[in-house]
């Protein structure tokens, strides 16, 4: 597959990038490894650092706080027991590691097989390697006017471009992302996918 590449102004530099095949156009893009490596992804956002008290936990007296007869109501031994106010929560939730692990060829057939779905799908723009002088919103938007792009964007770079990356910071939906870190999730959530030229090359590099 050979895509055009374009200048941040939107006119066409007059080169031709090819997308390698094994890795933009793979014959049997895996679902199910999609959906493993997303799944990853969401898990490994949660810290599972959530924790309520229990009843040995509460501080209270342990104290008796009534008589065990003549009340008219039911016996009581402590006022940590969960049935009175500020008690202790029943079965309430503790510190939980919600890492799994997921072999390393399942990772890449999952992003090659994302991939191929948006290059199927024509969602993937190729633009030469590009700086901004000055982090300024104005230049992003404009940049993205020029190049027809769609809202849920994802843009690829090779290398850390604070200026840019500061530049499209404040624009809802969209995201910056380093070649080397690309992921699953980032590629099925994007709408549209810009890369920049070295950027294929490091990705075609990483996943062959």
Same mark, same amino acid.
């Given at each position: 597959?050979? *895509?055009?590449?374009?200048?941040?102004?939107?006119?066409?530099?007059?080169?031709?990038?090819?997308?390698?095949?094994?890795?933009?156009?793979?014959?049997? !893009?895996?679902?199910?490894?999609?959906? *493993?490596?997303?799944?990853?992804?969401?898990?490994?956002?949660?810290?599972?650092?959530?924790?309520?008290?229990?009843?040995?936990?509460?501080?209270?007296?342990?104290?008796?706080?009534?008589?065990?007869?003549?009340?008219?109501?039911?016996?009581?031994?402590?006022?940590?027991?969960?049935?009175?106010?500020?008690?202790?929560?029943? $079965?309430?939730?503790?510190?939980?590691?919600y890492h799994i692990k997921l072999n390393k060829r399942v990772k890449q057939l999952a992003r090659k097989s994302a991939l191929s779905y948006k290059a199927k799908e024509?969602?993937?723009?190729?633009?030469?390697? $590009?700086? $901004?002088?000055?982090?300024?919103?104005?230049?992003?938007?404009?940049?993205?006017?020029?190049?027809?792009?769609?809202?849920?964007?994802?843009?690829?770079?090779?290398?850390?471009?604070?200026? $840019?990356?500061?530049?499209?910071?404040?624009? !809802?939906?969209?995201?910056?992302?380093?070649?080397?870190?690309?992921?699953?999730?980032?590629?099925?959530?994007?709408?549209?996918?810009?890369?920049?030229?070295?950027s294929i090359e490091t990705i075609e590099s990483l996943l062959k």
């Amino acid at each position: 597959m050979e *895509l055009s590449v374009y200048k941040i102004s939107g006119e066409e530099t007059g080169k031709k990038i090819k997308l390698d095949d094994a890795v933009f156009n793979i014959e049997q !893009p895996n679902d199910h490894a999609v959906y *493993l490596d997303v799944k990853q992804y969401l898990m490994h956002q949660r810290q599972g650092t959530h924790k309520s008290k229990e009843r040995a936990e509460v501080s209270y007296s342990t104290r008796k706080i009534k008589r065990q007869k003549g009340t008219g109501t039911a016996r009581a031994g402590s006022i940590k027991s969960p049935i009175f106010v500020g008690g202790g929560r029943v $079965f309430g939730p503790t510190p939980k590691v919600y890492h799994i692990k997921l072999n390393k060829r399942v990772k890449q057939l999952a992003r090659k097989s994302a991939l191929s779905y948006k290059a199927k799908e024509n969602k993937i723009v190729v633009v030469e390697d $590009f700086k $901004f002088d000055n982090p300024k919103t104005k230049d992003a938007i404009n940049m993205m006017s020029a190049l027809n792009l769609e809202n849920k964007l994802l843009f690829v770079i090779h290398q850390p471009e604070i200026n $840019f990356s500061l530049s499209v910071r404040n624009i !809802p939906r969209t995201q910056v992302i380093l070649a080397n870190n690309l992921n699953t999730y980032s590629i099925m959530n994007a709408k549209q996918i810009v890369f920049t030229e070295s950027s294929i090359e490091t990705i075609e590099s990483l996943l062959k």
